[in-house]
């Protein structure tokens, strides 16, 4: 868990106070398909605008939608993940509403039977699990982009908006979450939860950056402890964890510090800003659309059969929550350790590829390997670990070496930057280098007595009760065979020598 709030509400440690925050989120994730929702146009995030266009998309009249099965099959498999029941029957709306962007009018989209609904995603804050109830994933179709012309980029800065198209019709799939979550940090966390959830799906590409992953937050307070819900703020622009993080935050002490003077919440939409770290009023509840929903008559309800959902479910993959469990129960792994390798699809086939070819024992020592040096590198290097060079059996390799004794665990660690940089199998440069470690009783003998014959009174001292200076003469030893001399074996040797 990152980042702690300055928003003091009854989950924190600290004593409880006065209000606390009711949230529930909207996400939006853009489908990774090949095509677009109703039409053969391929997704083309970052191409030429309106190069990737039909009359489909385009709205144009006397076109009739036809509903991608591949759209399908993954929206389903985000339902199942989340724990939804999967309808038998869903149908496709008509949104009706006016925007430049959006070529028809209306959108296509799922209004009161959704293609799922009824699920959980359980949240790991570390001291506690926060089960947030899925309200409905739906399946709708994207709009286009406007882009107002000008430096800013801002509306109002700007003297025309001009449109691209290619985004129009491109597969969504949204989220709703019941209004479960009780904390900014919860926020955030589920909405990490979610993200890596939908990445081991393989299903979208998840940037928020990009756009493909968006968050809508809802946000009420309420007096703490007081059951019922005080009247809510959707916030806009939370386009980063932090941002979505920040935004709540802030909503959170602008609700409550009217509560505390007795004035009333305005039901609206607000607008994030994250450069001044506020947000400002986009409309409220009388100027809210009235979408007008009536079913598409173009489109048939959406009929899924249990062969088909079956079908869906047995491509699912293990997915983070249940991998963490298995980590812990199966390898003993600590939980934070399995967290960390978990949260990544990447990171944990890498880790179960090393759990297959270490064998159980020397499985902690693979995990630490990945959590700690392995990732402070990637980190460093800002790539993935799949980009790395340096495969699961390699690492295994250099793995076997440090259990075995072959090599210390401080010479490891040059190795493997060695490793990372020159992408080189480690026997070959613990070859090349000479650095294989002195387990040799005689000639670590040798180099003992010389070192305790040159700081004789260092090692008086350490008869005379001064038990520190054996790390001195440690250090002698290990500097005199470059790092290289087995430190169980040097310290053993030592104390008997020193005893004797
Ligand atoms: P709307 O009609 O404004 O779209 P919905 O009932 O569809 O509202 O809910 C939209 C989102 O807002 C959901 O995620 C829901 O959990 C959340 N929500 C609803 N009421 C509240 C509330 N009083 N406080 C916080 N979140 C809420
Ligand atoms: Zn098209
Ligand atoms: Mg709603």
Known sequence: MTGMNNIKNSNNAEAPTKYEAVIGLETHVELSTNTKMFCGCALSFGAE?????????????????????????????????????????????????????????????????????????????????????????????????????????????????????????????????????????EAKEYLIALRNIILYLDVSDCSMEQGSLRCDANISVKPAGSSGMGTKTEIKNLNSFRFLQRGLEHEFERQSALLEEGKKIIQQTRHYDHITDTTKPLRSKEEAHDYRYFPDP?????????????????????????????????????????????????????????????????????????????????????????????????????????????ISSKIAKSVFEEMAENKKEPAEIIKSKNLEQVSDEGELEKIIDEVISVNSEVAQQFRNGKDKAIGFLIGQVMAKTKGKANPALVNSIMLKKLKS
């Open 49 to 185: 605008p309106n190069t990737h266009t039909c009359p489909v998309c385009l709205g144009l009249p006397g076109t009739l939608p036809v509903i991608n099965a591949r759209a399908v099959q993954f929206a389903v498999k985000i339902g199942l993940a989340l724990n939804c029941t999967i309808n038998a029957s869903s149908i496709f709306h008509r949104k009706n509403y006016f925007y430049p962007d959006m070529p028809k009018n209306y959108q296509i989209s799922q209004y009161d039977k959704p293609l799922a609904s009824n699920g959980f995603l359980d949240v790991d804050m570390g001291s506690y699990v926060r089960r947030v109830g899925i309200t409905r994933v739906h399946m709708e179709e994207d709009t286009g982009k406007l882009i107002h012309t000008g430096s800013s980029g801002r509306i109002s800065e700007s003297d025309a908006s001009i449109v691209d198209f290619n985004r129009a019709g491109t597969p969504l799939i949204e989220i709703v979450t019941e209004p479960d979550i009780k904390t900014p940090a």
């Open 298 to 406: 173009d489109l048939v309800p959406l009929i899924m059969d249990t062969g088909a959902i079956e079908e869906i479910k047995s491509t699912i993959p293990e997915l983070p929550g249940q991998k963490i469990k298995r980590y812990r129960e199966s390898f003993s792994l600590a939980d934070e350790t399995a967290r960390l390798l978990a949260a990544d699809k990447d990171t944990a086939q890498y880790f179960d590829r090393c759990a297959e070819i270490l064998g159980r024992d020397k499985l902690k020592a693979a995990a630490n390997w990945i959590t700690g040096d392995f990732a402070a590198y990637l980190n460093k290097k800002s790539v993935k670990i799949n980009q790395s060079g340096i495969s699961a059996r390699s690492l295994c390799s250099l793995i076997e070496m440090i259990e075995g004794g072959s």
